[in-house]
């Protein structure tokens, strides 16, 4: 049993791992364990103790609108088409590790939004920063970062995260200002981390939401050069 100033101090330092693995170390169990096998001990359930904080608190952090979407849970019905190479392949996460795009497909209720925060979770489970945030919401983000003089923070936020899921993609036509902004997060994130676009509307016809036809182009290259794709019907 280690001592309370000892405790005191662990605590301090925020080692409860730690903590906890001598209290179960006073146990007669143990008192045949040498130094080294103490230290490994200690080390690893502190270690497992900050995997586990870390991945909660990546989970919170991704906001993700089914919090509970598993890959492992993604059935093929009759009534229902997927692309279940490429999602195991997702799933690996390289994609990620690549910075590339996915875009999955599809009308209201055919999945995509599952699909894509059963990624969000296996990201996160790979100890990634993920987002999810519909796309009107991440309009309204953005524009109230210009309005309030925070724009240059908000998109650094956005740019640092490493899987950024966009849900109702180009669901109506963005403003003018938000075009703006939405080519100047693209380009940012570009080749720095990747996203997922969840829409009902083909690449092809994206183009048609956006007015300033040149920004289209430049938008829908940056997302379509090296995005895999899955349509789910």
Known sequence: MIDAITRDRLKEMRLT?????????????????????????????????????KLTRLRRAADLAQPHADLADLRVLPD??????????????????????VIVLGPTGSGKTYLACALGNKAAQQYKSVLYLR??????????ADRTGSRAQT???????????????????????????LHALIERRTGVGSTIFC?????????DQIEEKVVA????????ANAHKTTLT
């Open 17 to 53: 791992g730690m903590v906890e693995c001598l209290d179960q170390l006073a146990s007669p169990d143990t008192t045949g364990l040498t130094t080294v096998d103490v230290v490994k001990m200690i080390t690893d359930r502190e270690w497992e103790r900050r995997r586990n904080s």
């Open 80 to 101: 229902r088409t997927i692309d279940t190479n490429l999602v195991g392949r997702l799933g690996v996460g390289n994609y990620i590790a690549k910075h590339e795009d």
């Open 135 to 144: 796309a009107v919401d991440l309009f309204d983000r953005l524009t109230l």
């Open 155 to 181: 998109l650094t936020k956005l740019v640092k995260v490493d899987l950024l899921i966009l849900d109702e993609w180009f669901t109506s036509p963005p403003t003018v200002d938000q075009v703006r902004h």
């Open 199 to 207: 829409s009902q509307i083909p690449p092809a016809k994206w183009h």
């Open 217 to 224: 182009d430049a938008i829908v290259d940056r997302i379509t």
